[in-house]
DNA sequence: CGGTACATTGAAGGGGCTCAATCCACGTGG
DNA sequence: CCACGTGGATTGAGCCCCTTCAATGTACCG
């Protein structure tokens, strides 16, 4: 098994032997979760975070009506259980989309991280920002945008986030989510999804074989999406930190 | 000036008279940022976080056509610059609605805390937590829920955010917001906020008079909007962490 | 007193939803 | 080996919620 999380965190900043002596420490022991099972239950307590080592994840709400909000998608290297495990029950729940491994790190490790180790608490603190800011980004996206330009920016968006850990070639990769949970991510019926899917489809933007996804015309989709080239580097790290 | 960061956090945990000291002096010197200023603005780099001493502001998105997206209201006691200040640049902008008092919180110098004062490091992650689900929550609302359920459920949301501050009476405030801002919030168009807050006041779950807002009918709203009674709670801080 | 900010209301159109049927791939058990 | 069930994708028809465009009202302020 490899150690995403190290492998992520050095990108953004050069590792000490140490520091990632730390990290891999918190990537050991593994354990599996399999396709649909919870690994986080909504209402439950936690006192603890995990990290996705491989497989995919998605973080929902289901409402008592039986609506479904998919909040997003969790990748390997990422943390699962913040912000869950600092409420005295989890807000929402992350269930395993493929089979998966994690590890798990005690709240009261984390803590101590953050005492002894400054730096990769800092380190932390920033990947929390980052899916804070995942949220945020995607509320402008449900909030503001046509289903069309959703779906777009939603292709190109896992796209960029694929290619960052290796499970993307250049300009395709293999779709994680039913048109089903697209609609329940987008804020968008699974019909509309696939209308919009067939749209850019026949526009001869992007081809889709089951599973397999492959961004035919990435600026065409960019335009209709307003996506940016840079999408990655809004998330970078502030260098006042390190 | 009261000291309304420190009187949150009082609320769920016994702060010891050091603990108090500290954090007092995090919400000094106090500096003042007029109605429509920007407190923190998009694509800038920041090194510090603010904490709201008084007044109320709003986090906020604008994309390259212009369509605005509000993420949600900053309240007395809330800490603005997560998670704008872990990043090489801000990703969304902070405005204030009203004349505000903020003071500033070098990012060195709440990392120093996170070494010294472990115990308040827990709170100020979870502040961070707390806005962090705020924004799913929000998603959740934006993506699955009719234009009628969002207004009513801003309502009471307001409501008791405002009441934990000392800023609502027992069912009425002051609303900070235009139709417009409201639209922007909810994802809607502002003729359509005015038409249901028209229907919300027509069936007679409220009475809006100018800025005044009065709640006549809380349950009736509740039951439009799935209005959790216990919302406040959800946000309980893990007890494991303290 | 004119200008600006905000609220209100109407009319008309469309984007996305619901409901419903069909198709296909795949696995599973008889 | 086939029948069947299941999960997922696809497509059509109709409609309604919400948007856009537009006009008007109203309070406040320089």
């Known amino acids: 098994m490899a150690a995403p999380l190290t492998a992520k965190l050095a990108h953004s900043v050069s590792l000490s032997p140490q520091e990632m002596a730390v990290l891999a420490e918190l990537q050991v022991p593994v354990r599996p979760a399999r396709r649909h099972r919870e690994i986080v239950t909504e209402g439950r307590k936690y006192a603890e975070l995990f990290v996705l080592l491989e497989g995919m994840a998605i973080r929902y709400r289901v409402s008592p009506d039986g609506r479904r909000q998919v909040l997003n998608i969790v990748l390997p290297g990422d943390l699962i259980g913040f912000p869950a495990c600092f409420f005295q029950?989890?807000?929402?729940?992350?269930?395993?989309?493929?089979?998966?491994?994690?590890?798990?790190?005690?709240?009261?490790?984390?803590?101590?991280?953050?005492?002894?180790?400054?730096?990769?608490?800092?380190?932390?603190?920033?990947?929390?920002?980052?899916?804070?800011?995942?949220?945020?980004?995607?509320?402008?996206?449900?909030?503001?945008?046509?289903?069309?330009?959703?779906?777009?920016?939603?292709?190109?968006?896992?796209?960029?986030?694929?290619?960052?850990?290796?499970?993307?070639?250049?300009?395709?990769?293999?779709?994680?989510?039913?048109?089903?949970?697209?609609?329940d991510l987008l804020g968008l019926s699974m019909t509309h999804v696939n209308r919009s899917l067939r749209q850019l489809r026949g526009d001869g933007l992007v081809s889709i074989d089951g599973r397999s996804v492959v961004i035919e015309d990435f600026e065409g989709l960019a335009a209709i999406a307003d996506f940016e080239r840079s999408y990655i580097n809004r998330f970078r790290i502030n260098d006042a930190l390190i």
Chains 1, 2 share one sequence.
């Open 89 to 183: 029950s989890a807000l929402f729940s992350v269930s395993a989309l493929t089979d998966t491994y994690l590890s798990s790190v005690p709240l009261s490790r984390l803590l101590g991280l953050f005492e002894r180790h400054p730096r990769l608490a800092a380190l932390l603190l920033w990947q929390f920002s980052c899916e804070a800011a995942m949220y945020a980004e995607q509320l402008t996206h449900i909030g503001r945008r046509s289903a069309l330009e959703r779906v777009a920016h939603f292709l190109l968006e896992l796209l960029i986030r694929l290619e960052a850990v290796g499970l993307a070639e250049e300009r395709s990769y293999s779709m994680p989510l039913t048109q089903e949970l697209m609609g």
